[in-house]
């Protein structure tokens, strides 16, 4: 059994993993509450920015560039997906509507793998220059990416909630979370408002992919799943719904996936991590009756 | 969602002779085709193309077990390839280990994925579907987690079967009868007919009638005294059932399984096929083993497309199938044929007089609106419109009209 200072660096990583996780949960409990969509394809978007971020710097261009191009070609791409198929599939129930976003998840898969064949040998990767000044907190070597991917998932959930509650828009979203049809006879431009949670999600996307690509490697079914997986867990956790419970679940994750490194006999399988803890909390949630049932399936 | 069984149960109602001469001639039919695909495709076909109907009829297993719970029961599964590997693990571990037969192997591997698939889909049965989804999607992602450090037996010892280091792998072992390729093929479509047969019997019978009223309505079900969660689960164990079984038949074909065979992504790739393909007939299973079997291997071979494209074409049917057509192609491609039909057989008659031009119009109004409509409204309608057309045309019934009658 390793003793506990071979835990103590996983506990920083964690974090920072935590962070980026809180970060792609809380763009999916958002958009959800908004639309009714759960985006399955968030992965995928913000791993095709990613992907195109690595080609414009690998081209020489400046860091920048390419950390903006990736934010803003996912908030593009997430955006006209849900100007085309938001109104389309409105109506036919979140389920239809969540299976539907796997397609544009296929279609960008595909097209990642086509452009960016996998070779063998050393996967590509971003970096930011923040990874190599480092500052110790207790004897824990701390690098600023690390704080940045924390600081993050802190202020993006933060920030959410408080938009979510305070701004106009926020507060049309709750009520079309509620009841779109009532919301739009009260006069809220139904569509409008759906447009920005699309947008608002599809730049979390693009963060939180660059944030992994540069964290973890350019690994396209790392980033198409695994990012997906693990924030749905958070937000299962957080029953769609709640952005604090989603926010302590994604951190949970993260720094129980790291922490089993130490342990040679589970690091294998810490990528289950997320899976278990949701599992777990499905359990407990389908013994009480808390699920609330205010959307009808389709 | 769109109706697909309200009309088709009235139509059967009104016209039941009918009916019975078509279901017969529908029978005959397959019995004719699946002899075909028995006896006369094996000398005909090359070993890839052996290789890839092999291939076909398991993967038409594992879309018919995805078609019944998403176009029957309305549950959508993301994680059906996980539960085929566990079926295929459990095959491999139980040819390597024992010397049963291969049919009592197959039977055996189906009720341990049944059982496996069922006790972890329960918690979220008791859900809404789109939990059901996600946690089948976190399952997918766990299985491909756990393959990847326990590996597929290769005739190693301890309870993975997997020796590492051995330096030569036996192969996992066929039935006596069905040692050779187009044995194996032949011997596939049988296990599939079977497991087909066995689907259908359900769907006809109880629970069948009970996944129909849950797919309608739960809330209404559950009002009827239907135990929905029972039937779920029923659902879920039959088709994780007979995906074993398939899983158990891909570890025959294979003779060699390797976790990469199993990526993450084909999980979600199934559920596209069965969407594509279309969930809500057993045809619809056929096409999408095809879809997921046939087509990556004949365009490759034939013109070297990469699986890549297929991936996005199917991402795109996705999106359209759910929009558009949630019939599938089982669904749609007769209606398009049917208008095609009907488009160039116009071609060949004379050009109608002026005076049907209006007749024409209300015409392709009327089938516009029928697949909005009830369909019964629309066929009085037309009824009344054509022979309004009739008068005044002096036209005698065309055969594209009759057509037109047919839900």
Redesign the interface.
Known sequence: MPSWSDFQPYIVTGLALGGIYALSGVGLVVLYRATGV?N?AFGAVGAMGAFIAYSIIQAGNPGWLGWVVCILFSGVVTLGYGLV?GP??AG?G???Q???T??????????I??VWPTSGGQSPSISFPTDATAFSVSQLAVTWTNLIALALGVVIAAGTGAFLRFSKLGTAMRAMANDREITATLGVPVRRVEAAAWLGCGLLAGLAGLMLAEMSGLDD?AL???V??SS??AA?IGRLRSISVTFVAALVIGVIHDMLTPITQLQ??A??T???L??IA??I??SGQV?T?S?E?? | ?IDTAGPKATATARRGPVMDRRALTRTIVIVVLLLLALLALPPLMSAYYTSTMIQVAIYSIVTLGLGLLVGRV?L?S?GQLAVLTIGAWVGARLLFATSQPFILVMIEAGLVTMIIGSL?TL??L??????L???T???A??VT??M??LNFPNGGGGFSGYNGSQLHIPQIRRPSFAGTDPAFYRFSVIVAIVMFLLVFVHLRTRPGRAWAAIKQS?PSALAAGINTTFYKLWAMALAAFVTGVAGALLAGYQRELLSIQF???NS??L??VV?VGGAFSLAGAVIAGFLQAFLPAALYNLWGV?N?????L??????QV??TAPGGIADQFPKDMKRLYRQISRLWRPAPPPATADGAARRIIIQETAEIHTRSVVIEEYGQARAAAEEQADLGPSRGAEGEREP
Request: no cysteine; charged share 10%.
């Open positions: 759960l399955l198929f389309a599939l036919r979140p389920l239809v969540s299976v539907s796997l397609g544009l998840a296929l279609v960008l898969f595909g097209a793998d086509l079914t198409v799943f695994t997906v997986i749905l867990a299962l294998p399988y990528d289950m997320p899976f278990v949701a599992a499905l359990l949630m389908s699920m049932r959307r399936e389709g | 969602m309305g959508y993301l972890i918690p979220a008791r859900l809404r579907g789109l939990y989804a996600l946690i999607l976190m399952l992602g766990g987690v756990v990847q450090t739960e990526p993450i992504q979600i790739l559920l596209a969407l990469p890549d494209w297929l991936i996005i199917f991402g795109l049917g996705v999106m759910l929009a």
